[in-house]
């Protein structure tokens, strides 16, 4: 067990942050999931080139909801595109623009997150965006990526209250650097694990000898399950948990994850990569529910593997990982992943939406107390 200060620092914060808006991120609370170290940022922006734009979207008493996008890079995405892939945990989803991606191996537009009911009119925003750029006046097709969780609890997502312009605007929001985590974006509506969910990011960056490169993850959390903690039962503990006599308890809903890397892999092992990642759901309690969409999406930002739309020839060649160089990825994409998704849980707030419905936010210094219980907090 840790001392007396520490204790009364977990006292001290509950009496300072009263349950109040004032939230945290776990590492900073000394919750130090996984064995390897994360980016700067702790953010899938720590992927260099990778950027991440919101709008959130929150009017009147009953809209809830949002737009996230992510650009790979800061480039011309459609002429010079990513390698990429997808794995489907659950396919209990509506997501676009998939199919093409298993094809070709290739993303060519911004990759958008929003609600279920929104993903159209978001494919549609996308589109336009790619049809504006400069350069793209002939073409006549595009494969708009959008991924979706349900957020009907907290939003009147019948009313489809994100436009092409929400759209344009996270778009031109995009920036490298710190994300905004938590109720923002396509999270401001979302529940996950018993509690408010939404925005979680993270990363992990291997050591030297692996040549340093980066895994970043980005999730948009709205699944149910038991919630753990670094190996804590902190689901069983709050007694909000699915199955619990206690609590109503909702275990369908849906998972987003992006991740990205500056490892120079191509859509098989970047597939691969993407299997991993949905590892991350079971460490923190997700058990992809049938009423769950479970998604990865998986892309490599290293020029080496860039796909370009534009260049003549019939044959391109790239210089990619060997399998045997991949293990340390696959455990990064791990980690980063179920750190996202706590992440995503200690930055959310307690929100009230559609038909007075409340999802509280995680209690923080409930977890603290209870991951002190468990000798899991670090210094």
Known sequence: MRSIPYILFILLFTFNSGFSQDRQRPRDL??????LTPGPLNA?????????????IMEGDNIRTGVTMILPHDGDLFKSRVPAAVYV????????????????????????LTNTLSIHTVANGITDYVLRQPGNKNVRSVNPVVGETNDGWLNDIRGRHVTMEDVFEAIENARSGLVEEGSVGAGTGTSALGFKGGIGTSSRQLPAKFAGYTVGVLVQSNFGGV???DGAPVGEELENHYLSSE???????????????????LSRNLERLAKRAFLGISRVGGFASNGSGDYVI??????????????????QTYTELKNSATTPLFLAAVEATEEAILNSLFMATTVTGDLGHTQQALPIPEVLEIMEKYNLLEP
């Open 89 to 112: 945990g659950n396919g209990f989803g509506k997501a676009l623009g998939f199919t093409q991606i298993r094809e070709l191996g290739e993303i060519e537009t911004p990759i958008g």
């Open 30 to 35: 000394g919750i130090k999931p996984g064995i």
């Open 227 to 229: 919630l753990t903690i």
């Open 298 to 315: 998986a892309f490599s930002t290293h020029e080496n593997v860039r796909i370009e739309s534009t260049t003549y020839g019939s044959t």
């Open 44 to 56: 899938i922006t720590d992927v260099e080139g990778v950027q991440v734009g919101h709008k959130t």
């Open 247 to 265: 609590v109503p308890y909702d275990v369908d809903g849906s998972v987003m994850i992006i991740v990205a890397t500056d490892a120079p892999l």
